[in-house]
């Protein structure tokens, strides 16, 4: 399943200088009882223009404060609401720091009466910040130990500047509680820039973050005793090298600290920030450097885990071990704009032309969309990247903005989003990463690296170096000859590799082992997918095509006659032959385009048809189009030769049909080969799933042409003509081989019908003023209008037969009920006639054929019987009177029933069981 198109919530204002303008979002709080929980909003600061507050769960636009034009943003806003519980009112507060035109941090205070009826009453407040010119990257909200009885808020503001420089302001910002740069910090000033910022609850800290850190808690609450009284928040601070583009993760230095609530009596630095514990990164194998300005941190409180998204990918590091360790990640030789964690095992990536739901445990791709399909669901320009904001789990969607606009992608489709039930949302599961695997850029057949040998020999089923050394050689060979297209030096490693013994080259046939490994690997040589003009290697753009690279006709016949050259098998084996770029779904008709691309004369697409490879109804169904509209191309190509020649204005039937049709087009035979075992094929399926893709893939006009073929195929089958007529002479033996069963042209007949639909047959009678428009109308409304009429008189004759079919029945139920008797019901039809044949031993006269209507008979006499069939008292025509069979010879031995012990018949109990078997009316004849 893809992701569906994401909705839009809001057009964002775009900023007012617009190349060196930024747009920085953040979520949106509400305090109750000391407890602060996120809010389905968001806050957008735009520089020069104004902070807004959006409902993404109702999209609109809450509230707006307004900005001077010069004002530039430095860090994302702060937001909190909260309800007064003495004025019986709302209190939004929102806190920003700006840059220019001076280093300042502003408070937006709404205030919203209970009754809701008065305008809200907003002001605004504003200081500078004299101590520092550093830009503040941080603004965060702390609890406070103020008295419940004051006026006051129950929190202060915490601000950190980029140089390492913390200051904690009252909520009003018109007190500053301390301003200081830790010794902690300003060890590593001088080389680390802060790059990011996080504030936890110690409640929650508790849970997470120090679970197995009782020492570290410890030290967080310094001289508090009791629990839930003035607890501390938890700072973390991110630094990163300055100075340069790249940085490899161990650089990065993760400090901790402890905010103490009461800001009071606080003059050394320990009592105003405490210092916990200072770590670095883990380093990854494989990945030596990151650039910085595509680092994004995030910080998720419930599993202690610190994100870091990055244009190769996503890490999540856990702080809560005693040294922290990569939990999960998800690291690409790619290029993503951003990369957003929604749960423990999914991540959810932006590149420039997918959107991918990704599994970071099994490196795998769980839903996708293109990125030109956003861009034309939001209205965005294809150069603008998509970059996620927010996760919403209970909502189930994903907040992201597509340029200046606000979106949202809906992932409660995923098997790992909550649901309104209390039961634990699942984990990944390996079944759901089953084919969808990216992770690994190797090849997938290569067992010439080290680091992957062992696993592809396992799959491979190389228990021996030799063997190694014979796929390793046919892999080099098979590289060539797809480089050269060479199809003999491809045939003959094939046949050298995987003949049945040394001294032979025959290739097993169908029943024989042969590893499906080593057939996707062949599959992954012949079919390619064309190259897309996009220059993102993490995905295939939705012009992305099948096409065969190489067709060596001995391999593909042999896949073929195997069942291995399908369509599913082909994607498997290109899917992992890309890694790790994510191919899109290819399609409807892509398998079948290939090969008729590949071969105009339809020799191949037939083959494939032809062999027992099962195929999708969709593909069938694009396949049937094609035939049809070949037969049509065929058809009006003829009749306009014939014309010509009539008419004395051309030479040669052959120049004519080239000058219509073109010298590599395919000839009759093969189209309506194609096009009868395309229907024998399609058959197969359901029929509801028939008429949904006939509907989908046929128009109108090629399910009409699909109706009169199958017609066609009911007259010259002699299924709607008596027995005392002569069948019709059909139009060309072409178009009746194969043959198509009854069953199949009853079926497809009625599929055909039921895809036109109702609208369509009535739309087949024009108008009255239709008739006058063109002749070209006229002669196609006179055509529909005439097969309904010959439908009609069709099922009509359909009905006459089943009449004179059932009158039969009734005359010759006696004849029927004794044939049943003799022969089994297992018997077929050919193996009655083999036995009729051995049983034949007779001379050549008690044979004769005889020709009635146009059928070949074949009549078997008697010795002793007439010329004519009859020797005067009916010579074994008539039935026996009881209508039972004599049952055969009785067997010699017989088998116990309670013990299943073979035993020896005596001969009196195998004359006893002859007599019993004679019926109770006999005759015998006495030849003298």
């Not at 490899?248 to 210092?275: C, N, T, Y």
Request: net charge neutral; charged share 20%.
């Amino acid at each position: 399943m893809d992701l569906q198109s994401p909705s839009v919530l809001a057009q964002l204002p775009r900023p007012l200088h617009a190349s060196t303008g930024k747009t920085r979002i953040s979520d949106v709080f509400s305090l109750a009882d000391a407890k602060k929980r996120k809010r389905y909003e968001v806050a957008v600061a735009v520089d020069g223009e104004a902070v807004n507050i959006y409902n993404v769960q109702t999209p609109k636009l809450v509230t707006s404060y307004a900005v001077p034009p010069q004002s530039t943003f430095s860090c994302r806003p702060c937001s909190v609401r909260r309800k007064l519980s003495k004025k019986s009112a709302v209190r939004r507060q929102t806190y920003t720091a700006v840059t220019k035109p001076e280093h300042q941090i502003k408070c937006f205070v709404e205030e919203i009466g209970s009754s809701g009826s008065s305008a809200p009453v907003i002001s605004s407040s504003t200081t500078t910040v004299t101590d520092s010119t550093s830009p503040t990257t941080f603004v965060g909200i702390v609890p406070s130990s103020a008295n419940d009885e004051a006026e006051t808020d129950p929190f202060d503001i915490l601000a950190v500047h980029e140089d390492g420089r913390v200051r904690r302001l009252s909520s009003d910002l018109k007190t500053q509680r301390w301003s200081i740069q830790h010794s902690e910090i300003a060890k590593v000033c001088s080389t680390h820039n802060v790059q990011s910022s996080f504030l936890v609850e110690f409640e929650d800290a508790k849970k997470a973050l120090f679970k197995r850190r009782q020492d570290l808690a410890s030290m967080a609450l310094g001289d508090l005793t009791a629990s839930g009284v003035n607890e501390p928040s938890i700072l973390l601070v991110v630094s990163q090298p300055k100075n340069t583009d790249r940085v490899s993760l161990k650089d990065i230095i993760v400090q901790m600290f402890s905010v103490p609530a009461d800001s009071k009596s606080q003059s050394h630095e320990s009592q105003r920030l405490r210092h916990l514990q200072t770590f670095h990164i883990p380093d990854l194998s494989g990945l030596e450097t990151a650039n910085c300005s595509a680092m994004q941190w995030s910080f998720h409180s419930g599993s202690a885990g610190l994100n870091l998204s990055f244009e190769k990918g996503f890490i999540n590091v856990d702080l809560s071990q005693y040294s922290p360790s990569v939990t999960s990640q998800f690291v690409l030789d790619e290029h993503f704009s951003s990369v957003m964690r929604i749960s423990p095992q999914f991540v959810i990536g932006a590149s420039k032309s997918l959107v991918a739901v990704y599994d970071t445990q099994y490196n795998s791709v769980q839903r996708s969309i293109p990125a030109d399909d956003i861009s034309s669901s939001t209205g965005s320009t294809g150069e603008a990247s998509t970059n996620f904001i927010s996760y919403f789990a209970k909502l189930g969607i994903a907040v992201a903005t597509k340029g200046n606009t606000l979106i949202a992608f809906d992932l409660s489709s995923l098997p790992s989003a909550p649901s309104s039930s209390l039961k634990r949302t699942r984990d990944s599961l390996l079944i759901d990463a089953i084919g969808k695997g990216i992770g690994s850029s190797a090849a997938q057949w290569d067992v010439a690296s080290k680091k992957h040998r062992s696993d592809n020999m396992a799959s491979l089923r190389l228990t021996s170096s030799e063997q190694v050394e014979k796929w390793t050689k046919l892999t080099q060979t098979l590289e060539k000859a797809a480089k050269t297209k060479n199809i003999d030096l491809f045939d003959n490693a094939v046949l050298t590799y995987f003949s049945t013994s040394d001294a032979s080259t025959k290739l097993p046939v169908r029943g024989q082992y042969v590893n499906p490994e080593a057939t996707l690997f062949l599959l992954s040589k012949i079919f390619a997918v064309e190259e897309s003009t996009s220059k993102d290697t993490v995905s295939a753009s939705p012009s992305s095509q099948l096409r065969v690279a190489i067709w060596p006709p001995t391999t593909c016949e042999w896949l073929i006659q195997l069942g291995h050259l399908s369509f599913d098998n082909v994607e498997i084996a290109l899917r992992r032959a890309c890694k790790p770029q994510v191919l899109q779904k290819f399609p409807t008709g892509s398998f079948i385009q290939a090969l008729l691309d590949s071969d105009p004369s339809l020799k191949q697409v037939n083959q494939v048809l032809e062999g027992p490879i099962l195929i999708s109804s969709d593909e069938l169904a694009y396949a049937l189009k094609v035939f049809l509209n070949q037969a049509r191309s065929h058809s009006g190509a003829l009749e306009e030769t014939a014309r010509a020649i009539s008419n004395g204005d051309v030479a040669t039937p052959t120049q004519e049909l080239t000058k219509h049709l073109g010298s590599e087009t395919a000839n009759l035979k093969d189209i309506f080969t194609g096009l009868n075992t395309s229907l024998q094929k399609i058959h197969a399926q359901p029929l509801p799933v028939v008429v949904t893709s006939l509907r989908s893939n046929l128009s109108r006009t090629e399910l009409f042409s699909m109706v009169h073929h199958l017609r066609l195929s009911l007259a010259t089958g002699g299924y709607t003509s008596r027995f005392t007529e002569n069948p019709p002479t059909p139009i060309t033996p072409h178009q009746i081989t194969p043959a198509l069963s009854l069953d199949v042209i009853v079926d497809l007949l009625t599929a055909s019908v039921d895809a036109v639909g109702p609208s369509g047959w009535i739309s087949a009678v024009p108008a009255a003023g239709e008739f006058e428009e063109s002749d070209s109308v006229t002669a196609a409304a006179s055509r529909e209008m005439e097969l309904i009429a010959d439908m009609k008189s069709e099922v009509s004759a359909a009905l006459a037969g089943v009449e004179e079919a059932t009158y039969l029945k009734g005359i010759m139920c006696e004849y029927l009920r004794f044939a049943d008797q003799v022969v089994t019901p297992a018997a077929t039809s050919e193996d009655a006639l083999a036995k009729m044949d051995a049983e034949a031993t007779g001379p050549s006269h008690l044979v004769r054929y005889e020709k009635l209507n146009g059928a070949d008979l074949m009549i078997f006499t008697r010795p002793g019987e007439g010329e004519d069939g009859f020797d005067g008292d009916g010579g074994g025509k008539m039935l026996p009177l009881s209508l039972k069979t004599t049952s055969g010879d009785v067997s010699r031995t017989k088998m116990k029933k309670s013990t299943g012990e073979i035993k020896s018949r005596t001969s009196r109990e195998i004359g006893y069981l002859r007599r019993k078997a004679v019926g109770k009316y006999s005759f015998e004849r006495l030849i003298i």
